[in-house]
């Protein structure tokens, strides 16, 4: 957004969650969604939206919190765990989010007549 004054307006990461957030001059269709308040993204990333509140958001923002996230606490080499039906479920949603981000920008590239 613009100020009255005509120059942007910057938006904290310290609004909370589901703010949809670019890396500042990054040329890739690529984005976040904050799953809590993080003030560190404001120096490198720039807010373009939000996640509307409803009933289905709220559970695909739930579904994101619980996806297994990369910890400097996991051992070198994997070790062969038998997973459990909610790691199945988590690998699961990450695999259909992904594969709806990459639909959605490669259908936006072809608007746009990048193939």
């Known amino acids: 957004g613009m100020s009255g004054a005509g ?4 938006i904290s990461h310290t609004l909370g969650s589901g703010l949809l957030t670019h890396r500042t001059l990054d040329a890739l269709p690529s984005f976040g969604i904050t799953t809590r308040p993080c003030s560190d993204l404001d ?21 994101c919190l619980d996806l297994p996230t990369y910890s400097m606490d996991r051992p070198s080499t994997p070790t062969e765990v038998p997973r459990t039906v909610g790691e199945r479920a ?23 007549g990048d193939s």
């Open 43 to 63: 120096a490198t990333h720039v807010i373009f939206g939000r996640v509307l509140p409803d009933d289905s958001s709220r559970d695909f923002l739930q579904a």
């Open 90 to 112: 988590s690998e699961e949603a990450a695999s259909r989010v992904f594969a709806a981000q990459r639909d959605f920008f490669r259908g936006a590239a072809k608007t746009f």
């Open 7 to 10: 120059s942007p307006i910057k």
